[in-house]
Protein backbone atom coordinates (compact mmCIF):
# COMPACT_ATOMS: atom_id res chain seq x y z
CA UNK A 1 0.00 0.00 0.00
CA UNK A 2 1.02 3.51 -0.54
CA UNK A 3 2.38 5.77 1.97
CA UNK A 4 0.64 8.88 2.09
CA UNK A 5 1.94 12.27 4.03
CA UNK A 6 0.49 15.15 5.45
CA UNK A 7 0.10 16.59 1.97
CA UNK A 8 -2.13 14.13 0.72
CA UNK A 9 0.22 13.01 -1.97
CA UNK A 10 1.07 9.34 -2.94
CA UNK A 11 3.62 7.64 -4.67
CA UNK A 12 6.07 4.30 -4.70
CA UNK A 13 9.47 5.81 -5.50
CA UNK A 14 9.90 8.82 -2.95
CA UNK A 15 12.14 9.44 0.03
CA UNK A 16 11.57 7.20 2.78
CA UNK A 17 11.21 10.30 4.93
CA UNK A 18 7.03 10.78 4.49
CA UNK A 19 6.92 13.89 6.19
CA UNK A 20 9.14 15.75 3.81
CA UNK A 21 8.73 13.39 0.88
CA UNK A 22 6.48 14.56 -1.57
CA UNK A 23 6.80 18.25 -1.21
CA UNK A 24 10.44 17.56 -1.62
CA UNK A 25 10.02 15.80 -4.85
CA UNK A 26 7.68 18.64 -6.42
CA UNK A 27 9.99 21.06 -5.65
CA UNK A 28 12.53 19.24 -7.51
CA UNK A 29 11.10 18.74 -10.58
CA UNK A 30 9.89 22.17 -10.53
CA UNK A 31 13.67 23.37 -10.24
CA UNK A 32 14.70 21.65 -12.78
CA UNK A 33 12.31 21.75 -14.90
CA UNK A 34 13.78 25.54 -15.26
CA UNK A 35 17.54 24.69 -15.49
CA UNK A 36 19.27 25.61 -18.87
CA UNK A 37 20.36 21.64 -19.38
CA UNK A 38 17.72 19.78 -21.94
CA UNK A 39 18.99 16.48 -19.88
CA UNK A 40 17.93 17.69 -16.62
CA UNK A 41 14.64 18.80 -18.15
CA UNK A 42 13.66 15.90 -19.58
CA UNK A 43 14.50 14.42 -16.18
CA UNK A 44 12.08 16.98 -14.52
CA UNK A 45 9.59 15.67 -16.92
CA UNK A 46 9.85 12.36 -15.83
CA UNK A 47 9.85 12.83 -12.55
CA UNK A 48 6.64 15.09 -13.10
CA UNK A 49 4.79 11.85 -15.18
CA UNK A 50 5.60 9.32 -12.30
CA UNK A 51 4.30 12.04 -9.46
CA UNK A 52 1.60 12.88 -11.26
CA UNK A 53 0.40 9.19 -12.56
CA UNK A 54 -2.09 8.36 -9.40
CA UNK A 55 -2.01 11.48 -6.90
CA UNK A 56 -4.38 14.18 -7.74
CA UNK A 57 -2.71 16.27 -4.93
CA UNK A 58 0.51 16.19 -7.16
CA UNK A 59 -1.16 17.17 -9.78
CA UNK A 60 -2.69 20.53 -8.26
CA UNK A 61 1.03 21.26 -6.81
CA UNK A 62 2.21 20.78 -10.08
CA UNK A 63 0.02 23.32 -12.46
CA UNK A 64 3.13 25.60 -12.47
CA UNK A 65 4.53 22.98 -14.22
CA UNK A 66 2.70 23.42 -17.79
CA UNK A 67 4.34 26.20 -19.30
CA UNK A 68 7.33 25.51 -19.05
CA UNK A 69 6.45 21.34 -20.65
CA UNK A 70 4.45 22.67 -22.94
CA UNK A 71 7.55 24.90 -24.45
CA UNK A 72 9.07 21.73 -24.43
CA UNK A 73 6.94 20.53 -27.24
CA UNK A 74 8.39 23.31 -29.55
CA UNK A 75 12.12 22.17 -29.01
CA UNK A 76 13.87 19.46 -31.81
CA UNK A 77 14.62 16.64 -29.48
CA UNK A 78 12.47 13.68 -29.69
CA UNK A 79 13.11 12.71 -26.09
CA UNK A 80 12.53 16.53 -24.68
CA UNK A 81 9.18 16.05 -27.00
CA UNK A 82 7.82 13.09 -25.87
CA UNK A 83 9.09 13.30 -21.83
CA UNK A 84 7.04 16.41 -21.99
CA UNK A 85 3.70 15.43 -24.09
CA UNK A 86 3.57 12.05 -21.31
CA UNK A 87 4.37 14.65 -18.26
CA UNK A 88 1.26 16.87 -19.38
CA UNK A 89 -0.82 13.83 -20.12
CA UNK A 90 -0.64 12.45 -16.19
CA UNK A 91 -1.57 16.01 -15.39
CA UNK A 92 -4.40 16.33 -17.27
CA UNK A 93 -6.16 13.33 -16.24
CA UNK A 94 -9.32 14.24 -13.74
CA UNK A 95 -8.51 17.84 -13.31
CA UNK A 96 -10.09 20.18 -15.41
CA UNK A 97 -8.12 23.23 -14.37
CA UNK A 98 -5.00 21.78 -15.40
CA UNK A 99 -6.75 20.61 -19.05
CA UNK A 100 -8.07 24.18 -19.63
CA UNK A 101 -4.26 25.81 -18.71
CA UNK A 102 -2.32 23.41 -21.00
CA UNK A 103 -4.88 24.79 -24.15
CA UNK A 104 -4.30 27.71 -23.05
CA UNK A 105 -0.54 27.32 -22.73
CA UNK A 106 -0.55 26.95 -25.98
CA UNK A 107 -0.11 22.99 -26.66
CA UNK A 108 -2.63 22.26 -29.35
CA UNK A 109 -0.45 23.45 -32.34
CA UNK A 110 1.92 20.84 -31.30
CA UNK A 111 0.19 17.93 -29.88
CA UNK A 112 -2.16 18.54 -33.52
CA UNK A 113 0.98 18.58 -35.16
CA UNK A 114 2.34 15.18 -33.60
CA UNK A 115 -0.50 13.57 -35.47
CA UNK A 116 0.96 13.52 -38.46
CA UNK A 117 4.60 12.34 -36.84
CA UNK A 118 5.89 9.47 -39.14
CA UNK A 119 6.72 8.12 -35.40
CA UNK A 120 3.45 5.75 -34.49
CA UNK A 121 4.38 6.62 -30.64
CA UNK A 122 3.85 10.44 -31.07
CA UNK A 123 0.93 9.65 -32.28
CA UNK A 124 -0.60 7.51 -29.84
CA UNK A 125 0.57 9.83 -27.70
CA UNK A 126 -1.47 12.71 -29.34
CA UNK A 127 -4.14 10.79 -29.44
CA UNK A 128 -4.05 9.80 -26.04
CA UNK A 129 -3.79 13.86 -25.07
CA UNK A 130 -6.88 15.18 -27.40
CA UNK A 131 -8.65 12.47 -25.63
CA UNK A 132 -8.47 13.77 -22.05
CA UNK A 133 -8.01 17.65 -23.48
CA UNK A 134 -11.70 16.98 -25.28
CA UNK A 135 -12.92 15.71 -22.13
CA UNK A 136 -13.40 19.74 -21.09
CA UNK A 137 -16.11 21.36 -22.50
CA UNK A 138 -13.87 24.76 -22.75
CA UNK A 139 -11.63 22.57 -24.70
CA UNK A 140 -13.78 21.44 -27.06
CA UNK A 141 -14.43 24.41 -29.92
CA UNK A 142 -10.86 25.02 -29.33
CA UNK A 143 -9.78 21.63 -30.20
CA UNK A 144 -12.14 22.28 -33.08
CA UNK A 145 -10.64 25.18 -34.61
CA UNK A 146 -7.27 24.08 -34.29
CA UNK A 147 -7.94 21.39 -37.18
CA UNK A 148 -8.03 18.67 -34.93
CA UNK A 149 -10.52 16.79 -36.58
CA UNK A 150 -9.51 15.69 -39.84
CA UNK A 151 -6.27 14.14 -38.32
CA UNK A 152 -8.37 12.32 -36.03
CA UNK A 153 -10.17 11.20 -38.51
CA UNK A 154 -7.28 10.10 -40.55
CA UNK A 155 -5.74 8.23 -37.30
CA UNK A 156 -9.16 6.27 -37.10
CA UNK A 157 -8.71 5.32 -40.48
CA UNK A 158 -4.58 4.60 -40.70
CA UNK A 159 -3.28 4.63 -36.87
CA UNK A 160 -2.04 1.71 -34.95
CA UNK A 161 -4.92 0.33 -33.06
CA UNK A 162 -4.56 2.25 -29.78
CA UNK A 163 -4.30 5.69 -31.58
CA UNK A 164 -7.63 4.56 -33.18
CA UNK A 165 -9.78 3.97 -30.03
CA UNK A 166 -8.18 7.21 -28.57
CA UNK A 167 -8.84 9.33 -31.30
CA UNK A 168 -12.44 7.44 -31.72
CA UNK A 169 -12.91 8.78 -28.12
CA UNK A 170 -11.22 12.41 -29.01
CA UNK A 171 -14.27 12.58 -31.75
CA UNK A 172 -16.94 11.07 -29.39
CA UNK A 173 -16.20 13.64 -26.94
CA UNK A 174 -15.96 16.25 -29.42
CA UNK A 175 -19.36 15.04 -31.47
CA UNK A 176 -21.21 16.37 -28.01
CA UNK A 177 -20.62 20.13 -29.11
CA UNK A 178 -23.19 20.75 -31.48
CA UNK A 179 -21.68 22.54 -33.91
CA UNK A 180 -18.79 19.53 -34.40
CA UNK A 181 -21.09 17.25 -35.84
CA UNK A 182 -21.34 18.84 -39.18
CA UNK A 183 -17.79 18.89 -39.52
CA UNK A 184 -17.04 15.06 -38.47
CA UNK A 185 -19.08 14.31 -41.01
CA UNK A 186 -17.63 16.14 -43.65
CA UNK A 187 -14.18 14.10 -43.10
CA UNK A 188 -16.42 10.94 -44.19
CA UNK A 189 -15.61 9.14 -40.91
CA UNK A 190 -18.51 6.50 -41.39
CA UNK A 191 -16.11 3.94 -43.18
CA UNK A 192 -13.79 4.13 -40.76
CA UNK A 193 -16.04 4.13 -37.53
CA UNK A 194 -17.69 0.78 -39.53
CA UNK A 195 -14.54 -1.07 -39.84
CA UNK A 196 -13.69 -0.35 -36.32
CA UNK A 197 -16.74 -1.59 -34.93
CA UNK A 198 -16.87 -4.59 -37.16
CA UNK A 199 -13.02 -5.48 -35.73
CA UNK A 200 -13.49 -4.42 -31.86
CA UNK A 201 -15.27 -6.89 -29.03
CA UNK A 202 -18.84 -6.04 -29.12
CA UNK A 203 -19.06 -5.71 -25.29
CA UNK A 204 -16.24 -3.08 -25.27
CA UNK A 205 -15.92 0.38 -24.69
CA UNK A 206 -14.83 0.98 -28.46
CA UNK A 207 -17.66 -0.35 -29.63
CA UNK A 208 -19.59 1.65 -27.43
CA UNK A 209 -17.83 4.47 -28.35
CA UNK A 210 -18.81 3.49 -31.98
CA UNK A 211 -22.45 3.53 -31.80
CA UNK A 212 -22.39 6.37 -29.38
CA UNK A 213 -20.59 8.54 -32.56
CA UNK A 214 -22.88 6.82 -35.00
CA UNK A 215 -26.10 7.55 -32.94
CA UNK A 216 -25.03 11.41 -33.24
CA UNK A 217 -23.96 11.30 -36.84
CA UNK A 218 -27.41 9.46 -38.54
CA UNK A 219 -29.04 12.49 -38.03
CA UNK A 220 -27.70 13.37 -40.90
CA UNK A 221 -28.82 11.81 -44.12
CA UNK A 222 -25.15 11.55 -45.52
CA UNK A 223 -24.24 9.10 -42.60
CA UNK A 224 -27.58 7.39 -43.24
CA UNK A 225 -26.18 6.66 -46.79
CA UNK A 226 -22.65 5.77 -45.96
CA UNK A 227 -23.67 3.81 -43.33
CA UNK A 228 -26.46 1.36 -44.94
CA UNK A 229 -24.22 1.90 -47.88
CA UNK A 230 -21.67 0.00 -46.09
CA UNK A 231 -20.85 -3.98 -46.15
CA UNK A 232 -22.34 -5.61 -42.21
CA UNK A 233 -22.72 -1.48 -41.39
CA UNK A 234 -26.47 -2.49 -39.46
CA UNK A 235 -25.38 -6.14 -38.60
CA UNK A 236 -22.02 -4.37 -36.98
CA UNK A 237 -25.21 -2.56 -34.64
CA UNK A 238 -27.64 -5.03 -34.17
CA UNK A 239 -24.37 -6.97 -33.06
CA UNK A 240 -23.70 -4.57 -30.29
CA UNK A 241 -27.52 -4.23 -29.88
CA UNK A 242 -27.53 -8.22 -28.83
CA UNK A 243 -24.31 -8.48 -26.83
CA UNK A 244 -22.63 -4.85 -26.37
CA UNK A 245 -22.34 -3.01 -22.49
CA UNK A 246 -25.84 -1.47 -21.25
CA UNK A 247 -24.90 1.59 -22.66
CA UNK A 248 -23.55 0.67 -25.95
CA UNK A 249 -26.85 -1.47 -26.47
CA UNK A 250 -28.71 2.09 -25.64
CA UNK A 251 -26.58 3.68 -28.59
CA UNK A 252 -26.88 0.75 -31.01
CA UNK A 253 -31.22 0.75 -31.12
CA UNK A 254 -31.05 4.69 -30.61
CA UNK A 255 -29.26 4.52 -33.71
CA UNK A 256 -31.61 2.22 -35.76
CA UNK A 257 -34.18 3.65 -34.38
CA UNK A 258 -33.03 7.20 -35.70
CA UNK A 259 -32.35 5.81 -39.06
CA UNK A 260 -35.92 4.11 -38.96
CA UNK A 261 -37.97 7.10 -38.31
CA UNK A 262 -35.83 9.33 -40.52
CA UNK A 263 -37.60 7.65 -43.82
CA UNK A 264 -39.20 4.12 -42.52
CA UNK A 265 -40.38 2.81 -46.05
CA UNK A 266 -36.46 3.18 -46.71
CA UNK A 267 -34.75 1.79 -44.24
CA UNK A 268 -36.73 -0.66 -42.49
CA UNK A 269 -36.11 -3.68 -44.56
CA UNK A 270 -32.11 -2.72 -44.44
CA UNK A 271 -32.39 -3.21 -40.65
CA UNK A 272 -35.14 -6.45 -40.87
CA UNK A 273 -32.75 -7.82 -43.00
CA UNK A 274 -29.70 -8.39 -40.21
CA UNK A 275 -31.91 -10.21 -37.95
CA UNK A 276 -33.15 -7.47 -35.15
CA UNK A 277 -36.35 -8.47 -33.66
CA UNK A 278 -33.93 -11.57 -30.93
CA UNK A 279 -31.73 -8.26 -29.94
CA UNK A 280 -34.98 -5.61 -29.74
CA UNK A 281 -37.33 -8.62 -27.76
CA UNK A 282 -34.39 -8.91 -25.35
CA UNK A 283 -34.06 -5.31 -24.39
CA UNK A 284 -37.70 -5.02 -23.56
CA UNK A 285 -37.12 -7.37 -20.93
CA UNK A 286 -33.71 -6.62 -19.96
CA UNK A 287 -32.67 -3.20 -21.22
CA UNK A 288 -32.08 0.12 -19.49
CA UNK A 289 -35.22 2.04 -19.41
CA UNK A 290 -34.24 3.97 -22.39
CA UNK A 291 -33.46 0.68 -24.14
CA UNK A 292 -36.37 -0.54 -23.27
CA UNK A 293 -38.45 2.32 -24.45
CA UNK A 294 -36.16 2.41 -28.13
CA UNK A 295 -36.73 -0.70 -28.47
CA UNK A 296 -40.51 -1.03 -28.23
CA UNK A 297 -41.09 2.16 -30.33
CA UNK A 298 -38.58 0.54 -33.43
CA UNK A 299 -40.42 -2.63 -32.60
CA UNK A 300 -43.84 -1.16 -33.86
CA UNK A 301 -41.98 0.94 -36.81
CA UNK A 302 -40.67 -2.56 -37.79
CA UNK A 303 -44.12 -4.15 -38.40
CA UNK A 304 -46.19 -3.39 -41.34
CA UNK A 305 -48.49 -0.23 -39.69
CA UNK A 306 -46.88 1.79 -37.28
CA UNK A 307 -50.17 2.38 -36.29
CA UNK A 308 -51.63 1.09 -33.28
CA UNK A 309 -54.12 -1.69 -33.32
CA UNK A 310 -58.06 -1.47 -32.25
CA UNK A 311 -58.92 -2.80 -28.68
CA UNK A 312 -60.02 -6.48 -30.10
CA UNK A 313 -56.55 -6.54 -31.08
CA UNK A 314 -54.26 -4.96 -27.88
CA UNK A 315 -51.11 -3.56 -29.25
CA UNK A 316 -48.84 -6.21 -27.23
CA UNK A 317 -45.45 -7.41 -28.01
CA UNK A 318 -46.73 -10.53 -29.01
CA UNK A 319 -48.85 -9.09 -31.73
CA UNK A 320 -46.34 -6.68 -32.87
CA UNK A 321 -43.68 -9.74 -33.45
CA UNK A 322 -46.55 -11.38 -34.98
CA UNK A 323 -47.24 -9.04 -37.87
CA UNK A 324 -43.36 -8.60 -38.58
CA UNK A 325 -42.56 -12.13 -38.70
CA UNK A 326 -45.77 -13.18 -40.91
CA UNK A 327 -44.43 -10.23 -43.33
CA UNK A 328 -40.90 -12.21 -43.48
CA UNK A 329 -42.62 -15.48 -44.03
CA UNK A 330 -45.59 -14.82 -45.40
CA UNK A 331 -48.07 -17.15 -43.66
CA UNK A 332 -49.79 -15.95 -40.66
CA UNK A 333 -50.41 -19.57 -38.76
CA UNK A 334 -46.41 -19.80 -38.60
CA UNK A 335 -46.03 -16.11 -37.58
CA UNK A 336 -48.06 -16.82 -34.79
CA UNK A 337 -46.23 -20.25 -33.52
CA UNK A 338 -42.82 -18.19 -34.08
CA UNK A 339 -43.41 -15.25 -32.46
CA UNK A 340 -45.09 -17.32 -29.80
CA UNK A 341 -41.35 -19.34 -29.20
CA UNK A 342 -39.28 -16.03 -29.52
CA UNK A 343 -41.34 -14.62 -26.99
CA UNK A 344 -41.35 -17.79 -24.74
CA UNK A 345 -37.79 -17.58 -24.88
CA UNK A 346 -37.19 -13.69 -24.24
CA UNK A 347 -39.22 -14.77 -21.04
CA UNK A 348 -37.46 -17.77 -20.25
CA UNK A 349 -33.89 -16.20 -20.64
CA UNK A 350 -35.56 -12.85 -18.11
CA UNK A 351 -36.49 -15.91 -15.54
CA UNK A 352 -32.93 -17.35 -15.34
CA UNK A 353 -31.34 -14.08 -15.25
CA UNK A 354 -33.64 -13.19 -12.27
CA UNK A 355 -33.18 -16.32 -10.39
CA UNK A 356 -29.55 -15.52 -11.30
CA UNK A 357 -29.51 -12.22 -9.89
CA UNK A 358 -31.54 -13.44 -6.63
CA UNK A 359 -28.88 -16.61 -5.61
CA UNK A 360 -26.09 -13.84 -6.19
CA UNK A 361 -27.77 -11.26 -3.66
CA UNK A 362 -28.57 -13.81 -0.95
CA UNK A 363 -25.33 -15.06 -0.97
CA UNK A 364 -24.11 -11.58 0.40
CA UNK A 365 -26.57 -11.77 3.16
CA UNK A 366 -26.73 -15.24 4.21
CA UNK A 367 -25.79 -18.83 3.96
CA UNK A 368 -26.93 -20.41 0.83
CA UNK A 369 -27.93 -23.69 2.65
CA UNK A 370 -30.73 -21.11 4.22
CA UNK A 371 -32.05 -20.21 0.66
CA UNK A 372 -34.57 -22.12 -0.79
CA UNK A 373 -34.16 -21.40 -4.07
CA UNK A 374 -37.00 -23.91 -5.42
CA UNK A 375 -39.86 -21.48 -3.63
CA UNK A 376 -38.45 -18.47 -6.17
CA UNK A 377 -40.87 -17.83 -9.27
CA UNK A 378 -40.47 -14.59 -11.97
CA UNK A 379 -43.15 -12.85 -13.90
CA UNK A 380 -42.72 -10.63 -16.84
CA UNK A 381 -44.90 -8.95 -18.08
CA UNK A 382 -44.80 -8.43 -22.04
CA UNK A 383 -47.41 -5.96 -22.67
CA UNK A 384 -45.37 -2.66 -22.79
Known sequence: MEGT??????GEDFEQDVETSVPVAVRRALELLEKDDADLRVQAACDIRRLTKRSRCCRRQLRHAVRPLVSMLRVESSESRESALLALLNLAVKDEKNKISIVEAGALEPIVSFLQSQNPNMQEYASASLLTLSASATNKPIITSSGAIPLLVKILRDGTPQAKADSLMALSNLSTHSDNLRIILETNPVASIIHLLKTCKKSSKTAEKCCALIESLVGYDKCRTALTSEEGGVL???????????????????????????????YREPILREGVIPGLLELTVQGTEKSQQKAHTLLQLLRESPNPRSETEPDTIENIVCNIISQIDGKDDQADGKAKKMLAEMVQVSMERSLTHLQQRAA?????????????????????
Open 364 to 384: LVCNPSDLSIASCASHVSLNL
Open 5 to 10: GPSGCS
Open 236 to 266: AIVEVLESGTKQGKEHAVGALLKICQSDRCK
